[in-house]
T-cell receptor, first 116, second 116 residues
Framework: AQKITQTQPGMFVQEKEAVTLDCTYD???????LFWYKQPSSGEMIFLIY??????QNATEGRYSLNFQKARKSANLVISASQLGDSAMYFC?????????????FGSGTRLSIRP | DTGVSQDPRHKITKRGQNVTFRCDPISEHNRLYWYRQTLGQGPEFLTYFQNEAQLEKSRLLSDRFSAERPKGSFSTLEIQRTEQGDSAMYLC??????????????FGSGTQLSVL
């Protein structure tokens, strides 16, 4: 069964520093996709970045990059030059292609707080 | 704005009452998902539709829960005989569908249900 694990319930980071949010996953499907979503206090889930299991390079989107280590089944999110607006919940998520289900499953999240 | 919209934003009800939530997806999206999120947790998959067909239901979805998407456009989620354990944020998401792992979900702002 597919599973996402986020072991950091909360993190505090100084503004302008880089931060890494951890995510490990478990799947037996060779074809899968990994996602990171941000959920501010307003509640709406915002897509940040995607990594496919066959992608050769780590995904990047502006200040966000995904450190994909396939053999270790980890997909950590790196936020460079953190900003006060980055304070939010961050969720790692996964979709398998081979499963009959098309759903995305989510981890339990990490609450990131940026200190000025 | 043509994002995913959910109504109502907040619902307070007494235990034993029935409630219904509505979700309007992005117009060209053929897949629609319902998730439930409790405080401090990640979203849990409930069910999803491709057009008007309900293709998967989670075991979390008891007989008191029913979802419909009658014309493949908007969807409703009904909870009968509400219990205090039903208190949560109910999130709706939509996507274009397809067979790729990179299909990302676009979320609404959710309906916060409080059962007294």
């Amino acid at each position: 069964a597919q599973k996402i694990t986020q072991t950091q319930p909360g993190m505090f980071v100084q503004e302008k520093e880089a931060v890494t949010l951890d995510c490990t996953y478990d799947t037996s499907d060779p074809s899968y996709g990994l996602f990171w979503y941000k959920q501010p206090s307003s509640g709406e889930m915002i897509f940040l970045i995607y990594q496919g299991s066959y992608d050769q390079q780590n995904a990047t989107e502006g200040r966000y990059s995904l450190n994909f280590q396939k053999a270790r089944k980890s997909a950590n999110l790196v936020i460079s030059a953190s900003q006060l607006g980055d304070s939010a919940m961050y969720f790692c998520a996964m979709r398998e292609l081979g499963s009959s289900a098309s759903k995305i499953i989510f981890g339990s999240g990490t609450r990131l707080s940026i200190r000025p | 704005d043509t994002g995913v919209s959910q109504d109502p934003r907040h619902k307070i009800t007494k235990r034993g009452q029935n409630v219904t939530f509505r979700c309007d997806p992005i117009s060209e999206h053929n897949r629609l998902y319902w998730y439930r999120q409790t405080l401090g947790q990640g979203p849990e998959f409930l069910t999803y539709f491709q057009n008007e067909a309900q293709l998967e239901k989670s075991r979390l979805l008891s007989d008191r829960f029913s979802a419909e998407r009658p014309k493949g456009s908007f969807s409703t989620l009904e909870i009968q005989r509400t219990e205090q354990g039903d208190s949560a944020m109910y999130l709706c998401a939509s996507s274009l569908g397809g067979q790729a792992t990179n299909e990302k979900l676009f979320f609404g702002s959710g309906t916060q249900l409080s059962v007294l």
